[in-house]
Every structure is written in C-alpha cells, then in structure tokens.
Nanobody, 123 residues
Framework: QVQLVESGGGLVQAGDSLRLSCAAS????????MGWFRQVPGKEREFVAN???????SYADPLKGRFTISRDNAKNTVYLQMNSLKPEDTAVYYC?????????????????WGQGTQVTVSS
C-alpha cells in the first residue's frame, strides 16, 4: 500500500510559479512510476506528467517547457514545478503512483492516489 499526500497548492496570479509536492509512504518509492494529473469540474482527469526517475519522464505535450516533474527517492517525494502559470491551469492537482515503469498517461493505470490540492490561477 502507498499513501500519497499532496501539498503546495494555492492561489497565484497568471505568470507566477508554484511547486507542488507529493509525499509517499512506504519503503519502495523508487519502484513506482509517479504521476501528476489534474481535473476541473465536469471534465475528465487529465495527465500532466510522470516520472520513473529524474532521467525518465514524460509530459502532456501542451505542458512541455512550463512544467517539470522531479523526484527525490531519499525523501519519498515527487515534485511538480509549474512556471508561467495561466488561468487555464486552474484545477485540482492529483499525485498518483503505480508499481513499475510506465509511460502510460491513462489514469486507470495508476493504483494509488492522493487527495488532491487546488491550484487557482487568477488573470
């Protein structure tokens, strides 16, 4: 079992940066692909990025260049650095985990989820 707790969300202005953190329980963190997803009311959960390691990552194409995923296996933590934020980035951001390596962006592939953290970007 893996428990995930996100933090770092909040209200920011367009153009600002924000870093989300996700702390995971357990002793096999490095064996999990960690992902970030986001969701707005009335829409499906959307893939943002995932990480098998800091050298093996993938991103949703529209977010490449603005968002960066990283992880610290010693701290059992994955991060999402978000730069040049736009109002359309407003969403609840979820951390997710799945055992083993995957580049899969389908949320159904992930077994463990955090409770989510709200990010609101004002114009």
């Amino acid at each position: 079992q893996v428990q995930l707790v996100e933090s770092g969300g909040g209200l920011v202005q367009a153009g600002d940066s924000l870093r989300l953190s996700c702390a995971a329980s357990g002793r096999t963190f490095s064996s999990y692909t960690m992902g970030w997803f986001r969701q707005v009311p009335g829409k499906e959960r959307e893939f943002v990025a995932n990480s098998w390691s800091n050298a093996v990552t993938s991103y949703a194409d529209p977010l490449k260049g603005r968002f960066t995923i990283s992880r610290d296996n010693a701290k059992n933590t994955v991060y999402l650095q978000m730069n040049s934020l736009k109002p359309e980035d407003t969403a609840v951001y979820y951390c997710a985990a799945t055992m083993g390596y995957t580049r899969n962006s389908d949320s159904k592939r992930y077994n463990y989820w955090g409770q989510g953290t709200q990010v609101t970007v004002s114009s």
